[in-house]
Nanobody
Framework: QVQLVESGGGLVQLGGSLRLSCAASGRTFSGYVTAWFRQVPGKEREFVAG????????DYADFVEGRFTISRTIAENTMFLQMNHLKPEDTAVYYCAANKGPLFVTRQGDFSYWGQGTQVTVSS
């Protein structure tokens, strides 16, 4: 069983930065694809960015527009999301997710494990 714990959310002003972390316990991320999703009330949870741990292949949603960087630290079994140039529309609960397997997946239903979420609020 994989347990995911997010941290790093908070309140930031327009144009500010935040760094989210997702730590795993119970198993290493080796052989997994991990990702960040976000959700606002009344909307579907949407893919933000993902990384495949085997080769560090990463991909981003179009709305990221180069502002976010996803990374991972193998030694610490932790994934990060560095978010710069934040906008009010980035306000959401951010979730980390993990799926075991070589395929790079981006759909919510493809992920087996989820964290509890961390709130990111960007004020204007």
């Amino acid at each position: 069983q994989v347990q995911l714990v997010e941290s790093g959310g908070g309140l930031v002003q327009l144009g500010g930065s935040l760094r989210l972390s997702c730590a795993a316990s119970g198993r290493t991320f080796s052989g997994y694809v991990t990702a960040w999703f976000r959700q606002v009330p009344g909307k579907e949870r949407e893919f933000v960015a993902g990384v495949r741990w085997k080769d560090a292949y990463a991909d981003y949603a179009d709305f990221v527009e180069g502002r976010f960087t996803i990374s991972r630290t193998i030694a610490e079994n932790t994934m990060f999301l560095q978010m710069n140039h934040l906008k009010p529309e980035d306000t959401a609960v951010y979730y980390c997710a993990a799926n075991k397997g070589p395929l790079f997946v981006t759909r919510q239903g493809d992920f087996s494990y989820w964290g509890q979420g961390t709130q990111v609020t960007v004020s204007s």
